[in-house]
């Protein structure tokens, strides 16, 4: 569909949104609340209408294509029925459609996001600093060469999880999700002097090692294995409402704006069984390292630059390409400080979930071009349980 006039369309569609509908690409992000209460239609009916619909015009548009060929939203009349209707949440979390669960008269706030400061008290020294700049700059050229060479040309190996198979971006799915305890977690960080998320990657990385190595029959996997960290490039302290992103000079730009981080995972050694939070070290170097150079904000400007120039389906295939030569994607969302309700329904979990991705999709059972997701997420399991053992050993060998 193409408008006549520019005018009758609302804001443009945000980057992200308009790489992942194209004809290179078709990926979604799904949403599901689970509420801890059944859903009162008395209550949810006039919420979606009044407050939900109302609040941010997108959720009552449909995608449509300028004059000038960009992607806009349009605005359509929405009609709900009493008795069918599926609530529709966008994957960016807004406050606005919260409350607190305990006093539902105050508004949900979202944890503030500080950039990390440098607080090794050597940055003065010119003799330390000068080396720093150079291994910066070093690292972010070989990087970037090496994030193109990913995207472009290079191939990760053949493997359980990566098993080459055409289309498989279309074929069904199966789902797991994982629970694991935040003082274990929290245990195993401070042991290793990490993040929360460096943690569940390294269980993550872990786990995927052990499953492939499972796969190949107990023989060691040396394949080479890519894992895409999808980041958010848009740094923020705190939520800003649409009307406020989209202002001259907004603190925090519009839109979604991202970019991917090839990260390498680690091979099995022999003594990763006995000494499993080595492993998981090593996977918070590699994406520590990567993520002090500039490559992230270059391979995000080059997706840019390729849009300006080429267009946004060109920079979409370079998005495929990119996806279509790793072996696997990781993203997080971040979550709200307090329990949340919706409408007066208090939320007991949120899911989200990519679908579309032109990696390997994930079954139930063993067939070809599959990952078995049962098996997978057994590993992963497997692989937090032996870090959690291996950090406490760590901690007794220190008193």
């Known amino acids: 569909m193409v408008l006549e006039k520019e005018e009758d369309a609302l804001e443009p569609v945000s980057p992200t949104g308009q790489y992942f509908n194209s004809s290179a690409l078709n990926v979604s992000v799904l949403g599901v ?16 209408v009044d407050v939900f619909l109302p609040i941010n015009p997108r959720f ?3 995608m449509v294509i300028d004059e000038n060929g960009e992607k806009r939203w349009k605005k359509v ?12 949440f966008q994957a960016e979390m807004s406050p606005q459609f919260y409350d607190k669960a305990d006093n ?12 990390r400061v440098d607080t090794s008290g050597d940055h003065g020294t010119i003799l330390k600093t000068v080396p720093k700049i150079f291994s910066l700059l070093f690292y972010t050229v070989s990087d970037f060469l090496g994030s193109l060479m990913k995207s472009s040309l290079v191939e990760d190996d053949l493997s359980p999880i990566r098993p080459g198979d055409i289309g498989i971006e279309f074929r ?11 003082g274990q977690i929290k245990q195993i960080k401070a042991t290793l002097g990490v993040t929360i998320n460096d943690v569940i990657t390294g269980a993550i990385f872990l786990g995927t090692r052990l499953y492939m190595q499972e796969m190949s029959k107990g023989s060691s996997d040396h394949s080479n294995c890519t894992a895409l960290v999808l980041l958010n490039t848009r740094m923020f302290r705190s939520y800003q409402s649409i009307k406020e992103m989209v202002k001259p000079k907004a603190e925090s730009p519009w839109g979604n704006h991202f970019a991917f981080l090839h990260v390498q995972l680690p091979e099995l050694v022999a003594s990763t069984e006995l000494y499993p939070i080595e492993f998981v070290r090593k996977s918070q170097q590699i994406i520590k390292r990567k993520r002090s150079s500039w490559v992230v904000h270059l391979t995000a400007a080059f997706v840019e630059i390729v849009k300006k120039l080429k267009g946004h389906e060109v920079a979409a295939q370079c998005i495929h390409k990119t996806l279509l030569n790793a ?29 579309g991705n032109p990696q390997v999709g994930v079954t ?11 098996k997978l997420k057994s590993c992963i399991e497997e692989a937090f349980q032996m870090m ?12």
């Open 60 to 62: 009552s548009s449909i």
């Open 33 to 48: 609340l689970e509420t801890e209460v059944p859903i009162d239609d008395s209550k949810t009916i006039p919420f979606l």
């Open 364 to 374: 139930v059972g063993a067939e070809k071009g599959f990952i078995d997701v049962q």
């Open 388 to 399: 959690l053992k291996s950090a406490a050993g760590e901690i007794q060998q220190m008193k």
């Open 104 to 115: 539902p008269s105050l508004p949900l706030t979202l944890p503030s996001v500080q950039p």
């Open 172 to 182: 069904p799915v199966a789902l797991a999700s994982m629970t694991f305890s935040l």
């Open 77 to 88: 009349e929405v009609k709900l029925k009493d008795h069918v209707y599926v609530p529709i």
């Open 327 to 355: 072996s696997m994607l990781i993203t997080n969302m971040i979550g709200p400080v307090e329990n949340m309700s919706l409408a007066n329904h208090p939320i007991k979990d949120m899911y989200f979930v990519l679908a």
